[in-house]
């Protein structure tokens, strides 16, 4: 193919620079401005959740989350290993030490088992961060059941599920305190950006304090405490106002391809898409797929194939547990021997998402996949 396609790129709706306009002719080109508040308002009604702090990335909001829940050094914060980094640095940020809890295969999240298991080991952690992996949900009835009973509270990592529901509701609203990234990659973007939400004004009015380099209430700047320059600039917001007009949009659409996807791989006994379970409204942000194990194909193999045909693609998220940086860390597996997040790991791919795509080139895309399987199964 001549026009690249990518996993999932910025798609920009047109209303977008009628907000930043705004922010330039009234001069209110800073952290804070109608956008600001009008971004967050909006997110608050979408979700279905009171309050919203718009932030300068989904990692800053996991960040002040954390702190907010009271994480401190030497705590231990139990985290989804089958995620990105940005789920868990700030556990180090803190100088908190996170200890990975395996997925399940029915969801690929958190297995509530494993999490069961894990308090036998780590009987106290500060927190738990449940990740809804590429916009498809956790079990957030076994796993809130299972926090509430230890009475630990729960940071839902929702920056891959703006859109999704479990059991009709909208994912961020789960965990205590949820967060929603805008970077570049995820369903809706303001080129970078994040957003913090929760059910009450203390818990906003904290955590909005901190973002602003906790500034003390005095005619001076007086500080008592640590504080952040993580505020999200209103131009930003702009972005993200002009975006929330096409997210029903977006969402359906990353439901059509990856329905397209099923579709043209229903037939193939070597590939199962991700799976669905009781509740789960993925909004499929990426489509993924999960190579049987007697493929003879590895993801690798495919991931070349859609290469030479100038086609994005690539390996699920490395396990946190398997990486470098993370190798001293704890890990609970729900298995007795391996993890599932490593076999799934081993396994499963994403494959191209963007809202831009056509129905023809996620067509060909899927037959690029079908003929390389093919090919190595000879
Ligand atoms: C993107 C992402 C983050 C971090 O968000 P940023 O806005 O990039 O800092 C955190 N967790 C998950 C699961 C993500 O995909």
Redesign the pocket.
């Known amino acids: 193919m001549e026009k690249r396609i990518y996993l999932s790129s910025p798609h920009m709706c047109g209303e977008e620079m009628q907000y930043i306009k705004e922010a330039f002719d009234t001069n209110w080109v800073a952290p804070l401005g109608k956008n600001v508040e009008m971004f967050e308002k909006e997110m608050c009604e979408y979700i279905g959740r009171p309050y919203a702090v718009a932030l300068s ?4 909001a ?1 960040h002040l989350g954390l702190k907010y829940l009271g994480v401190e050094q030497g705590d231990i914060v139990f985290c989804s290993s089958f ?2 980094s ?2 868990c640095n700030s556990i180090l940020y803190l100088n908190a030490e996170p200890v990975f809890i395996d997925s399940d295969y029915e969801s690929y999240n958190m297995s509530p088992e494993a999490l069961e298991k894990a308090y036998e080991l780590y009987p106290n952690p500060k927190a738990i961060i449940i ?1 809804n ?1 590429y916009g498809q949900p956790a079990k957030f009835d076994e796993l809130l059941a299972i926090a509430k009973k230890h009475n630990t509270p729960v940071l839902e ?1 929702s ?2 599920s703006l859109g999704a529901t479990y059991k009709g509701r909208q994912t961020g609203n789960f965990g205590d305190i949820s967060i929603f ?3 570049g990659n ?1 369903i809706i973007t303001t080129s ?3 957003m913090l939400m929760c059910n009450d004004k203390e818990t906003r009015d904290k955590v909005l304090f901190w973002a602003t380099q906790s500034r003390e209430k005095f005619p001076w700047y007086q500080h008592e405490e640590v504080g952040y320059n993580y505020r999200l600039s209103n131009i930003c917001a702009g972005i993200g106002r002009g975006q929330m007009r096409a997210l029903d949009e977006r969402v359906a659409q990353k439901r059509h391809i990856h329905d397209l996807y099923a579709n043209a791989f229903a037939d193939n006994p070597f590939v199962d898409t991700l799976p669905t379970f009781d509740g789960a409204g993925s909004s499929y942000w990426l489509t993924g797929i999960t190579l049987t194990k007697d493929c003879k194909a590895s993801f690798m193999d495919i991931i070349k194939a859609l290469e030479v045909e100038n086609i994005e693609s690539r390996p699920a998220w490395k396990p946190m547990h398997t990486q470098p940086i993370f190798k001293d860390c704890g890990f609970v597996s729900q298995l007795d021997k391996g993890s599932v997040c490593e076999d799934l790991f081993n396994r499963s791919m994403c494959l191209p998402s963007d809202t831009k795509m056509s129905d023809d080139e996620v067509l060909f895309v899927a037959k690029v996949v079908n003929d390389t399987i093919y090919k190595f199964q000879k």
């Open positions: 990335s989904g990692s800053a996991i995620t990105f940005g789920s990740v992996l990592d920056a891959e990234s805008f970077n995820k970078g950006g994040g």
